[in-house]
């Protein structure tokens, strides 16, 4: 009894399974609904000219703008302004001769008309433009310390010696009327003068302090 029950049990299911997998194949799957968005393709898609720039690369100087040229207008007022502004006055030189010692002063050697002044180059001394003979006479009182022609370019020369720091020179005399050891007078004629080793008549004359040449002009009290 049990033995047929368990069969008819059996029979039952497998009955059953046949009638589920003949539903399921005659049933037709329900269409599946398309979920998607449709793609808009009226506008087309317009993608901006961007530039990219490697943060790891060395970036590039910008220079700087360039400065606007100036105007017609503005280079005429530039150049009024200019030519109106007056330059400053000068001022005249008032500083007197310089006089290194105040203490000693001389005579001019001559009456003749200087011809060239001191300039401390190429003439240590004044030159006076005379005629051959006018008399050339001492500055100051001292003593002839030479008296002869053997100095080259000064030609026949008196020199006298005033103290321990100054002495004159006369040069190119025609005629010295001192000799060496001589003591000489203020105003005391010395020589004549004349053109000796010169190109022209003329006494050339100097006054050195401490063998330095220095200009006279400042220590004439005549």
Same mark, same amino acid.
């Given at each position: 009894?049990? &033995? $047929?029950?368990? *069969?008819?049990?059996?029979?039952?299911?497998?009955?059953?399974?046949?009638?589920?997998?003949?539903?399921? +194949?005659?049933?037709?799957?329900?269409?599946?609904?398309?979920?998607?968005?449709?793609? #808009?393709?009226?506008?087309?898609?317009?993608?901006?000219?961007?530039?990219?720039?490697?943060?790891?690369?060395?970036?590039?100087?910008?220079?700087?703008?360039? =400065? @606007? =040229?100036?105007?017609?207008?503005?280079?005429?007022?530039?150049?009024? =302004?200019?030519?109106?502004?007056? @330059?400053?006055?000068?001022?005249?030189?008032?500083? @007197?001769?310089?006089?290194?010692?105040? /203490?000693?002063?001389?005579? *001019?050697?001559?009456?003749?008309?200087? +011809?060239? %002044?001191? #300039?401390?180059?190429? $003439?240590?001394?004044?030159?006076?433009? /005379?005629?051959?003979?006018?008399?050339?006479?001492?500055?100051?009182?001292? *003593?002839?310390?030479? %008296?002869?022609?053997?100095?080259?370019?000064?030609?026949?020369?008196?020199?006298?010696?005033? $103290? $321990?720091?100054?002495?004159?020179?006369?040069?190119?005399?025609?005629? #010295?009327?001192? *000799?060496? +050891?001589?003591?000489?007078?203020?105003?005391?004629?010395?020589?004549?003068?004349?053109?000796?080793?010169?190109?022209?008549?003329? &006494?050339?004359?100097?006054?050195?302090?401490?063998?330095? @040449?220095?200009?006279?002009?400042?220590?004439?009290?005549?």
């Amino acid at each position: 009894m049990r &033995l $047929n029950l368990s *069969k008819t049990i059996l029979v039952f299911c497998s009955f059953g399974i046949t009638l589920l997998i003949t539903a399921c +194949g005659s049933v037709t799957p329900a269409p599946i609904k398309d979920q998607s968005t449709p793609v #808009n393709n009226s506008k087309p898609v317009v993608i901006p000219n961007w530039s990219v720039v490697n943060s790891d690369s060395k970036s590039t100087p910008v220079p700087a703008p360039a =400065k @606007p =040229k100036p105007t017609t207008s503005q280079t005429k007022a530039a150049t009024e =302004k200019s030519s109106s502004e007056k @330059p400053a006055p000068k001022v005249a030189d008032t500083t @007197p001769a310089v006089v290194a010692d105040p /203490g000693f002063r001389i005579g *001019k050697p001559s009456s003749a008309p200087v +011809g060239e %002044s001191f #300039n401390g180059s190429s $003439n240590k001394g004044v030159d006076y433009a /005379g005629k051959m003979g006018d008399p050339v006479n001492a500055a100051a009182d001292g *003593k002839v310390i030479f %008296s002869g022609n053997s100095l080259r370019s000064y030609g026949n020369l008196v020199i006298v010696k005033h $103290n $321990n720091s100054y002495i004159t020179i006369y040069a190119h005399n025609s005629k #010295n009327l001192v *000799k060496e +050891g001589d003591t000489v007078k203020r105003g005391q004629k010395i020589a004549e003068m004349g053109n000796t080793e010169s190109e022209s008549v003329k &006494l050339h004359f100097e006054l050195r302090k401490d063998s330095k @040449p220095i200009d006279p002009l400042g220590y004439f009290d005549n």
